[in-house]
């Protein structure tokens, strides 16, 4: 196959979300075909029957939409990437195939563009590259081009400032190239036309040209500029082929008022006295009884409720507005979302996919869950009802750490990261975009790379981490409050700043985490047991260079262990754990020995930190707490389940575990929370001391040492609560230590002392 053109189809549409969150921008409808259409229509107007489309995100859903192009009469050949590689990047796929002049074009992009007239001008030049130029009123979205009387390029200058803006005429992403441009793209990286290609051609003087073209021209870039291009094909400003009027499948009722431009689709129905004006309704939609829908965009099976009022907003595939509700101009409906009955979104309200605005709502930010505005302090982090909650509250973080650059990751929750990471970057910070990982990761990372913090989005959450790796304490909330209070948020000084993809994520995790071990076989074989399919394949393939073999994975719910395997249960998000056999649960206290214990050969110390077992401090090399890279470090090991199976999995390889256990102390420990209201916490260790005759310190807590056991006393972070931490030999004898402390504060709060 001799490809004649490229469309890149791989990018992610982030500009256009939530129309783009389960659907990518090529396939984004106008007047009821994918935007991608249009441009397979173009290169076949123009005799180009031959293509190939670079693919990334939702590689799959392209596929499926147009085959191999026999509808559109433009064969297609899919090069599909396996990371972003960039626009230039992504052609390095096709390169065997591309011998002679082709295009490039934007599978996402609107035009109807005099291809045969661009290649002409090609031709006539002797360009080794051709730029489509459009003449528009604010360049600033776009990469500027200044040529010169004849056509060639002297410079580029890409998304300027206004004081950067040489010229009105913009980089529209349509190339005309010569094979010979290939051997300029770099076999790595992501590199980029604008940025990175024709700057660089332009600096070894090779002939670059720019064709002013007078045709049609629209970036579809977000919800505006995309029911502007609706308008440009219903107003018949596009030389298409596009369709518009009344499907003869459609079903009008009795009065129903059509005015201006419109599109209806097949199957939709349109009850008794709607108003359509300048609109597109879908196939499938139904518009009930008094509906006004103006200038707006309703994709496949929407609905729309009697006397519900729509203007200037799009709802997507399945999206549904109740009855006598309002949409303001600019409001976008993702896929399956709904509006109640008698609720009103303000203008340029974004509602994510299959989230409901409640019945009677007033909605003035956009939403990407259920619940309503504000967020509130979990003990890991901050809970956000809304998408500008999460905004808010990342830019919050950034000023009270006074970032330069923060990492961000999601577990599960890719939506939520991609508001944070915009908005950072937005405000001029520096922005690590990796992908999936968990708390323990992004903790890593962060150090590993000493970015100045981290943020992770996890489902409504967003999780906020120090440049050591802790989860940020009620001093950095406190702050981060007081910004949200006053609305100042927007960081001091950020000019330049940027996304970053960051993808070493879990190798960096790898090098700091996976322990060192003999390549021998286990003792017994192990089950490791997650609902979290990510998770499980992260613990495999640490597991898999550790050499650990005798390994197999089940559900969550399918713990029926075989007799002689040892069973690791992790939990969500992979910090929680439970080692089991068929005889029961082992202790973990016990195992969090044996961890330590093989920390302290490795470090020469382990740390005295509250939920660390004082037996270890008696039997083992042991600093007091601090906040050293070596304390944090074994502050965020402990809290890491994934480390724990991997070290737990290569201590095996020494004996079973129950074996290993026999030359640990004998130690038992329970974690209990007693309520306490917060003005009241500092009275409880300061009553505790006062009356106390048995010996204590004062560090991280209250530590006593009882001739039972131990016992450390401290008050919850963020929650009105304080925290027993109590060890003794036997469970029994560590129970009667967490009730005797429990009962002590509960009359601490009573106001008696005689505990």
Request: aromatic residues 8%; proline residues 4%; negative net charge.
């Amino acid at each position: 196959m001799n490809i004649r053109a490229i469309i890149m189809a791989g990018g992610e549409g982030s500009r256009l979300r939530p129309m783009t969150m389960n659907l990518p921008k090529p396939l984004v409808p106008l007047l009821g075909k994918p935007v991608m259409s249009y441009t397979l229509e173009l290169l076949k107007q123009h005799g180009i029957r031959e293509a190939g489309v670079t693919l990334w995100y939702h590689p799959k859903k392209i596929r499926a939409a147009f085959g191999n192009g026999e509808k559109e009469g433009v064969q297609t050949q899919y090069f599909e990437e396996t990371a972003p590689m960039g626009t230039a990047g992504s052609i390095r796929l096709a390169k065997d195939q591309l011998k002679e002049t082709f295009f490039v074009l934007s599978g996402d992009g609107l035009t109807d563009c005099d291809l045969t007239s661009a290649m002409a001008y090609h031709k006539e030049k002797g360009a080794l590259a051709t730029l489509v130029l459009k003449r528009v009123k604010i360049p600033l979205p776009y990469g500027v081009v200044m040529t010169e009387e004849e056509g060639r390029i002297v410079r580029f200058v890409e998304k300027p400032d206004w004081s950067g803006v040489y010229s009105n005429l913009v980089n529209t992403g349509i190339y005309i190239l010569e094979p010979e441009v290939l051997d300029s793209i770099p076999d790595h990286g992501r590199p980029d036309f604008g940025q990175d290609i024709f700057p660089l051609l332009l600096k070894k003087k090779a002939p670059l040209y720019g064709y002013e073209m007078n045709d049609y021209w629209c970036d579809v870039g977000n919800a505006r500029a995309y029911l502007q291009a609706q308008e440009d094909l219903l107003q018949g400003r596009v030389k298409t082929n596009a369709v518009t009027g009344v499907h003869p499948q459609a079903v009008l009722g009795d009065d129903v008022h059509l005015q201006g431009c419109f599109y209806i689709g097949k199957g939709a129905v349109i009850e008794k006295g709607a108003v359509i004006r300048n609109a597109v309704i879908g196939d499938c939609c139904t518009v009930k009884t008094g509906a006004v829908v103006v200038n707006s965009s309703l994709w496949h099976h929407a609905f729309v409720g009697v006397k519900a009022r729509i203007s200037g907003s799009i709802l997507c595939d399945g999206a549904c507005v109740h009855s006598e509700t309002v949409l303001d101009e600019g409001c976008v409906l993702g896929q399956g979302a709904a509006a109640g009955a008698h609720a009103h979104l303000l203008a340029e309200v974004k509602v994510w996919p299959g989230i409901r605005i409640p019945t009677g709502a007033v909605c003035a930010e956009s939403r990407f869950r259920e619940e309503g505005g504000g967020c509130m302090w979990e003990a890991d982090g901050a809970v956000c009802r809304w998408a500008g909650n999460a905004c808010r509250l990342a830019m919050a973080f950034a000023k009270v750490v006074q970032t330069g650059c923060i990492l961000t990751g999601h577990d599960h929750a890719p939506a939520l990261q991609a508001v944070v990471t915009g908005t950072l970057a937005a405000a001029g910070i520096q922005v690590l975009q990796g992908g999936w990982m968990t708390e323990s990761m992004l903790r890593e990372n962060v150090v590993a790379l000493k970015a100045d913090g981290g943020i992770l989005a996890v489902e409504n959450k967003l999780i906020f981490v120090d440049r050591y790796g802790r989860r940020s304490d009620s001093s950095i909330r406190r702050k981060m409050d007081a910004f949200l209070l006053t609305d100042d948020v927007r960081p001091e000084g950020g000019t330049d700043g940027a996304i970053t993809p960051y993808e070493a994520a879990e190798e960096v995790y790898f090098s700091k985490v996976l322990p060192d071990g003999e390549n021998k076989a286990l003792f017994s074989p192990v089950c490791v047991y997650c609902d979290d399919e990510r998770l499980l394949q992260l613990v495999l393939e640490g597991l898999k260079k550790l050499q650990v073999k005798n390994v197999r994975i089940a559900g969550e719910t399918e713990t029926e262990l075989a007799a002689n395997e040892t069973g690791f249960l992790l939990h969500a998000g992979g910090s929680g754990w439970t080692c089991f056999t068929r005889d029961g649960s082992i202790e973990k206290t016990q195992l969090n020995l044996l961890r330590l214990k093989a920390m302290e050969s490795k470090w020469g110390k382990v740390f005295d930190l509250p939920d660390v077992p004082r037996t270890a401090v008696q039997w083992m090399q042991t600093a007091c707490a601090d906040n050293s890279a070596a304390c944090c470090m074994q502050e965020r090991r402990m809290q890491d389940g994934v480390a724990a199976v991997w070290e737990l999995c290569t201590l095996m390889k020494n004996g079973p575990l129950k074996e290993l256990m026999q030359n640990m102390p004998a130690v038992h420990m329970i974690c209990r929370d007693v309520a306490c209201p917060e003005g009241e916490k500092s009275r409880i260790l300061y009553e505790l001391c006062r009356h106390t005759a048995l010996p204590y310190t004062l560090s991280r807590g209250m530590q006593v040492k009882d001739q039972r056991g131990y016992a450390t006393i401290v008050p919850d972070q963020e929650r009105p609560a304080v925290r027993i931490y109590s060890e003794a030999a036997s469970m029994e004898t560590a129970r009667e230590l967490c009730d005797f402390y429990d009962r002590a504060i509960r009359m601490v709060l009573r106001e008696k002392t005689d505990f």
